[in-house]
């Protein structure tokens, strides 16, 4: 079955401490997303990847990173410079990046740093 | 200024009842295409229906329909005969092109909460 993964399901961490996130797609899409959500709130884009060893920067990619060295995954680092990192983070891929293609996602990280 | 606007925070509907989630949206492109999401609360994101700007007829997927307004700017969400099952957050979300405002981003509204009654 196809799909994304992302692991682990919940995370936690201490402040002042870097933490990864895994995401992984055996869907064959191009393009692979990270997205933030907060409570009560909708999605907000952190980094996008249109192909491999390519990112640009979303709305509020101050305080993460990510690398995509395998078209197949696109890690994200939370570092410690992210003022209020904890979240519910999701991951999500498409075919491309055209306005006609819907963006499937995993089952996101509940990250809370203490 | 927002791009997708979502003004129902909340929602309540009878068990078997249809209910009609409002959707706004804001683009000077010509070429773009309008999403529905469902988020239960155990936090995946489930795609439900597309519709793309050009396209004559409103969008269906089972009980899932799209009344697409392009002059007014709205895409709301009928869902018909409700299900518990139906209970979660829905997203609205807009795509438009490459090169336009949001580099073909998926750009969300705030969601509306759905309650299904039994």
């Known amino acids: 079955d196809g799909g994304i993964t992302q692991s682990p399901k919940y995370l936690f961490r201490k402040e002042g401490q870097n933490v990864t996130l895994s995401c992984e797609q055996n869907?064959?899409?191009?393009?692979m997303y990270w997205y933030r959500q907060d409570p009560g709130q909708g999605l907000r884009l952190i980094y996008y990847?249109?192909?491999?060893?390519?990112?640009q920067k979303g709305d509020i990619a101050e305080g993460y990173s990510v690398s995509r060295e395998k078209k197949e995954s696109f890690p994200l680092t939370v570092t410690s410079a992210q003022k209020n990192p904890t979240a519910f983070y999701l991951c999500?891929?498409?075919?491309?990046?055209?306005?006609?293609?819907?963006?499937?996602f995993g089952n996101g990280t509940r990250l809370t740093v203490t | 200024a927002q791009k997708i606007t979502q003004t129902q925070p909340g929602m309540f509907v009878q068990e078997k009842e249809a209910v009609t989630l409002d959707c706004t949206y804001d683009?000077?492109?010509?070429?773009?295409?309008l999403f529905w999401y469902k988020q239960p609360s155990s936090g995946e994101m489930i795609f439900l229906i597309y519709?793309?700007?050009?396209?004559?007829q409103n969008a269906t997927e089972g009980r899932y329909s799209l009344n697409f307004q392009k002059a007014r700017k709205s895409a709301n969400l009928v869902i018909s005969a409700s299900q518990l099952g139906d209970s979660a957050m829905y997203f609205c979300?807009?795509?438009?092109?490459?090169?336009?405002?949001?580099?073909?981003?998926?750009?969300f509204g705030k969601g509306t909460k759905l309650s299904v009654k039994p």
């Open positions: 999500a891929s498409s075919i491309d990046q055209g306005y006609n293609s819907p963006l499937h």
């Open positions: 869907l064959n899409h191009d393009a």
């Open positions: 990847s249109q192909i491999v060893n390519d990112f």
């Open positions: 683009t000077s492109d010509q070429s773009y295409g």
């Open positions: 519709q793309g700007s050009y396209d004559e």
């Open positions: 979300a807009m795509r438009e092109g490459l090169y336009g405002g949001s580099q073909g981003n998926l750009i």
